[in-house]
């Protein structure tokens, strides 16, 4: 095994990586402290290959042991290199608390179907077995992926044990289970992707030469009993993880339809998942998570065999996803608050100071609560404040966005009061009711 260790260098390029993909870059610390490359997870097959290897990127801030989330690129199952993306997606998560792994496989010209999800199992094996290691939390891996390595996520999360896809590479006799899955536009059921092909055309899935006839090894109608066992609808349950996924109504690669297909088979087996469908996309994360097409996406969600349908609720962002995430894995944070005023004649001052009590750091915050009297916010530094009827909403200002574990960052307010100045009953953080300190 050769493994090479770097550690984080350039921090320029880091922070406009952040930018790039939608992350505060203020005050942001380095995005990862060392990265681990080319772990074999199991040995090479063919020998040279790439497909059993992994890097690892470990955050330089954070609890240990670490939740860990797992990537794997699509590639329509050609390649067997997943990496070209994990900088950009440990530049995301490693700032957060989250180790990273992104995880390659065989292609398809390497070796057919199931062997990819055997690869996918032996390498969360080989983590999971290797969690002291790299101080990873055993108990809190996710999956993400897109397109084939979203169809790669999907198998991972909805075939907990099943052992037929279980295989015998690599480290053995370890769980294999993520507990949380983030998907975009993932092919499901391939023998109906021609039928839901666009009008305007699509790809011929029938194809001997397409990439599920070549995933499978077979032209997928004329061997419907492998394209089944390729399909994670076959392995859904309402015992399995819960799964994010998204999808363009534009796709032309992988039709739309196929997570329309998903989202009804989850919720026919009373699975949670929450399904969310961007209007003109394409098959590019770029499209789908478009900043114009905020409030016009349609998003499902099933859990306890029941179904709400939205639009514009879940804004396809990465703060949205890693809120998933975390919620997922059961992360979520505390609190504290401390709340000050200095008052006179109609008007006062406040202060708040909001402290991170949790294990895991808070990127990007907000602040809420509600007056009991008439106060009314006339300005604010340090955070944008809003107010609607008597409910105040303050969000970061772009530098104070990050909060590590026991740290803190504080804003300030004018507003103008008459009659009682109470201090507000309860706040929240990001939706967590915090602590008031005196």
């Not at 992104?102 to 010209?109: D, G, P, W």
Request: net charge neutral; aromatic share 8%; glycine share 10%.
């Amino acid at each position: 095994m050769q493994v090479r260790i770097h550690m984080a260098a350039v921090a320029g390029m880091v922070m406009t990586m952040l930018a790039t993909l939608g992350v505060s870059v203020a005050l942001a610390p380095p995005a990862h402290a060392q990265v681990i490359s080319d772990i074999a997870y199991a040995p090479a097959q063919p020998a040279g290959s790439r497909g059993h290897l992994l890097d690892i990127y470990l955050p330089s801030t954070g609890m240990t042991p670490r939740p860990l989330l797992i990537w794997h690129s699509g590639s329509a199952w050609t390649s067997d290199d997943s990496k070209p993306l994990g900088a950009e997606i440990a530049a995301i998560f490693n700032p957060l608390g989250f180790a990273v792994a992104v995880v390659n496989v065989r292609s398809s010209a390497q070796a057919i179907f199931p062997a990819q999800v055997h690869d996918i199992k032996a390498a969360i094996r080989y983590l999971r077995a290797n969690a002291a290691t790299y101080q990873l939390d055993p108990n809190r891996f996710a999956m993400a992926g897109d397109s084939s390595g979203a169809w790669l996520t999907q198998m991972a999360v909805f075939s907990g044990g099943v052992t037929a896809l279980e295989g015998t590479v690599g480290t053995t006799g370890v769980s294999s289970a993520v507990h949380v899955g983030l998907a975009f536009y993932s092919p499901t059921d391939f023998l109906q992707m021609n039928a839901q092909n666009l009008p305007t055309g699509g790809l011929d899935h029938n194809s001997p030469a397409s990439p599920e006839s070549l995933l499978v090894g077979c032209p997928i109608q004329t061997c419907p009993a492998a394209v089944a066992a390729a399909n994670p609808m076959t392995y859904v349950d309402s015992a399995d993880p819960p799964l994010l996924f998204l999808h363009g109504q534009a796709d032309f690669l992988v039709p739309h339809g196929q997570s329309v297909l998903l989202f009804n088979r989850i919720k026919a087996q009373c699975g949670n998942a929450t399904f969310v469908s961007v209007p003109a996309a394409d098959h590019m994360m770029v499209q789908i998570m478009d900043p114009a097409q905020y409030g016009n996406e349609t998003v499902k969600t099933t859990a306890n065999c029941g179904e709400t349908v939205s639009t514009g609720t879940l804004h396809p962002s990465w703060a949205n996803f890693i809120a998933w995430v975390r919620s997922g894995l059961k992360l979520g944070n505390a609190c504290e608050v401390t709340y000050s005023t200095g008052t006179w004649n109609g008007a006062f001052n406040g202060g708040v100071v909001v402290k991170n009590t949790g294990t895991t750091p808070v990127q990007n915050w907000t602040v809420q609560w509600t007056w009991s009297g008439n106060q009314a916010i006339t300005g604010a530094w340090n955070a944008t404040v809003t107010q609607t009827g008597a409910a105040v909403t303050a969000k970061d200002a772009g530098h104070n966005s990050y909060i590590g574990p026991g740290s803190s960052q504080s804003f300030g307010f004018s507003a103008t009061a008459t009659g009682t100045n109470a201090i507000p009953a309860q706040f929240k953080m990001n939706n967590i009711v915090c602590t008031r300190v005196p």
